[in-house]
C-alpha cells in the first residue's frame, strides 16, 4: 500500500485529523528532497521542544503564568507540560545547554537504528547518535541539537 492510501486509510479510521490529513498530503506533494532524493527522515511533528533552565521554580512560575498548561509530568529537576500534539520540556540540570537545549521532530515510520545509519550516511560530517536505544540527534551546521523519535514518543 503506498503512502497516499496509507494516510486517507488512517484520516478514514480518525486516527489523525483533518489537519494531520493536509499536512501529510503536503508532504507528499513536496515528495523527494533537493535533486529528487529522499530526505533522510520524514518528519511529521514536533514532539517536543526542551529548555534549559537555571532555576526550575522560578521558570516554572513563568510558564504557568504565561502559557496555563497542565502538568504532564514533575520531577525535582524538571517539569513537563502537556501540549495538545507534544510537550514543552524545563530541565535544570548543569550539563544542560540553557535556553533551547533541543528540538525533538516525530519521524513517521521511525526506526531509531535505520535513522541514525541514514543520517550518517547522509550528514557523514555531523554529530549523530543513538541515546537511550530510542532517541537518535545530530547537529545541525549553528549547533543546535535535532532529536528525531517516533511520532507518538511522550505522548
Known amino acids: 500500500m503506498d503512502q ?3 494516510l486517507i486509510n488512517r484520516y478514514d479510521r480518525r486516527e489523525i485529523s483533518r489537519r494531520d490529513l ?3 498530503l503536503a508532504l507528499l506533494g513536496v515528495g523527494a528532497g533537493p535533486g529528487g532524493k529522499e530526505p533522510a527522515a520524514r518528519g511529521r511533528t514536533i514532539n517536543h521542544v526542551s529548555l534549559g533552565v537555571s532555576d526550575l521554580r522560578r521558570s516554572t512560575e513563568f ?4 502559557l496555563g498548561l497542565p502538568v504532564l509530568e514533575r520531577g525535582a529537576d524538571f517539569c513537563e507540560y502537556r501540549l495538545q500534539n507534544g ?4 530541565y535544570q540540570d548543569p550539563d544542560t545547554r540553557r535556553g533551547l537545549d533541543h528540538v525533538a521532530i516525530g519521524v513517521e515510520g521511525y526506526d531509531p537504528k535505520s535513522t541514525l545509519r541514514a543520517l550518517q550516511q547522509e550528514f557523514p560530517d555531523r554529530k549523530t547518535e543513538l541515546l537511550y536505544e530510542d532517541q537518535v540527534y545530530i ?4 549547533g543546535a541539537s535535532v532529536q528525531l523519535c517516533a511520532v507518538e514518543y511522550k505522548r
Open 139 to 142: 547537529v545541525d551546521p549553528d
Open 22 to 24: 493536509l499536512v501529510g
Open 4 to 6: 497516499l492510501d496509507v
Open 63 to 66: 510558564y504557568d503564568r504565561l
Open 87 to 90: 510537550f514543552l520540556g524545563l
